[in-house]
């Protein structure tokens, strides 16, 4: 008789232990993949402003990194000090662009193709 009680007791213990264990699995697994939900929509919302970022630079960007003062003004960008210490920073579009640098005279540009 104590027999049979001890194998229900153990038989009811491991149930309760596997039931535990099968528990933790599904709730690790939820964790989880909530955590991996949540880490590619951090990943993809970094790339959308990076790319917002990107193209809003692109037209503004310039191979030259300038170590005296200057800017740039065009005839079709009026009233406007342009970013830029050599002609190849002026706009693609810019018309009767001057480059103006802090030590010497100003320097007519060529136009861009």
Do not use: W
Not at 25 to 40: C, I, P, T
């Amino acid at each position: 008789m104590q027999d049979s009680q001890q194998q229900r007791s153990h038989a009811s213990r491991s149930i309760r232990e596997r039931s535990k264990k099968r528990r933790f699995g599904r709730m690790a697994s939820v964790k989880l993949s909530v955590a991996v939900a949540v880490a590619v929509a951090f990943l993809l919302s970094g790339l959308v402003a990076m790319a917002a970022i990107g193209s809003a630079e692109a037209g503004s960007l310039c191979p030259v990194q300038c170590i005296q003062g200057g800017y740039i003004t065009c005839d079709n960008y009026p009233y406007q000090k342009l970013d830029g210490c050599d002609c190849q920073c002026a706009p693609k579009d810019g018309e009767n662009c001057v480059l103006h640098l802090e030590h010497g005279p100003p320097f007519n540009c060529a136009p861009q193709a």
